[in-house]
């Protein structure tokens, strides 16, 4: 079946670049996502990459899709401390709107 | 547009009660969803609604039943609580934004429930 999986854990120092990682199994989805949830709250749409691009950028987020190794990475420039929180990958299940998570990635950003 | 609420926010159960989660969406979205999340687990699908009138089994559903009581509403029911079932609910709905070429996910706020 599916599986999307991240680490657990990323500390990085502000000002520095972060890059949360994630693979997943399904080499039919068509859309993959990165959510991001701050504490106590739900998850808000970062940013997603349609399954024929390589890269995307938006602002200070990069999205880089590896489909042969079927590996997504998001990278935060110049990180922020209002960056901490928890970031989900998600792939979208082929020809529904059903997306598997992964275990989310809490990144820790310190001065 | 208030676009995603739960009800309640947290809740405290003993062993053995029932309750009822409640969510409503505004954004006359078809596709509802109730996730919980776990640490170390990401979120994992209990249940959803792909339109008014069906529901459908996620990776999770045992101890839960579900109502999409019309467009807006998709309820989810425990009803013999477990300790087990202790975890942050979500409710999400999915539809598309203005120029998205695909169907987003918009999450509520969440449910905190404790079981004990």
């Known amino acids: 079946g599916e599986d999307v999986e991240q680490s657990l854990f990323l500390s990085v120092r502000e000002g520095d670049s972060s890059v949360i990682n994630c693979t997943y199994t399904d080499s039919s989805s068509t859309y993959l996502y990165w959510y991001k949830q701050e504490p106590g709250a739900g998850l808000q749409l970062l940013t997603y990459?349609?399954?024929?691009?390589d890269m995307k950028q938006d602002q200070r987020l990069t999205v880089l899709l590896n489909k042969k190794d079927k590996h997504l990475s998001l990278r935060i420039a110049d990180t922020q401390t209002g960056d901490s929180a928890i970031y989900f990958c998600?792939?979208?299940?082929?020809?529904?709107?059903?997306?598997?998570f992964g275990t989310g990635t809490r990144l820790q950003v310190f001065p | 547009n208030a676009g995603v609420t739960q009800t309640p926010k947290f809740q405290v159960l003993k062993t053995g009660q029932s309750m009822t989660l409640q969510c409503a969406q505004d954004?006359?979205?078809?596709?509802m969803y109730w996730y919980r999340q776990d640490p170390g687990m990401g979120l994992r699908l209990i249940y959803y609604s792909a339109s008014e009138g069906t529901t459908d089994k996620g990776e999770v559903p045992n101890g839960y039943n579900v109502s999409r009581l019309n467009k807006r509403e998709f309820s989810l029911r425990l009803e013999s609580a477990a300790p087990s079932q202790t975890s942050v609910y979500f409710c999400?709905?999915?539809?598309?934004?203005?120029?998205?070429?695909?169907?987003?996910?918009?999450f509520g706020p969440g449910t905190r429930l404790t079981v004990l």
């Open positions: 998600a792939e979208r299940i082929y020809n529904t709107d059903k997306l598997i």
């Open positions: 999400a709905s999915s539809g598309r934004t203005s120029g998205s070429p695909h169907n987003e996910q918009f």
């Open positions: 954004m006359n979205h078809n596709s």
């Open positions: 990459i349609f399954s024929n691009m």
